[in-house]
């Protein structure tokens, strides 16, 4: 397991903006495509976003489409989620992953070969 550090979250007002990153200084960043997953409690883990090793081509989820940005830098190993007016159901803890490729199926937690530990996003209403 090639450790992830995700950070950025917080409590934040229905309305708000919050940017999550997430870092590695022990992986190939540049090789993998990096997605983002959040599970809120009792809830199943669901894909939130993911961008390929180029940056192109960036999957969403229908729930975050037109709110979230995913980005990254591979010159700084870092992922970027951009979170911009937060509803109360986005509530959860974030997670950042790596795999080989974003795919049709991109949302399978099952291609992803490394996970970040998670930062919690709390969306007061």
């Known amino acids: 397991q090639v450790p992830m550090v995700e950070s950025g979250g917080g409590l934040v007002q229905a309305g708000g903006s919050l940017r999550l990153s997430c870092t590695t200084s022990?992986?190939?960043?540049?090789?993998?495509?990096m997605a983002w997953f959040r599970q809120a409690p009792e809830k199943e883990r669901d894909g939130v976003s993911c961008i390929p090793w180029m940056g192109n081509k960036i999957y969403y989820a229908d729930s975050v489409k037109g709110r979230f940005t995913a980005s990254r830098d591979n010159a700084k190993n870092t992922l970027y989620l951009q979170m911009n007016n937060l509803k109360p159901e986005d509530t959860a803890m974030y997670y950042c992953?790596?795999?080989?490729?974003?795919?049709?199926?991109?949302?399978?937690?099952?291609?992803?070969?490394?996970w970040g530990q998670g930062t919690q996003v709390t969306v007061s209403s």
């Open positions: 022990d992986l190939t960043f540049a090789a993998y495509a």
């Open positions: 992953a790596a795999a080989d490729y974003c795919t049709a199926s991109w949302s399978n937690q099952r291609q992803y070969k490394h």
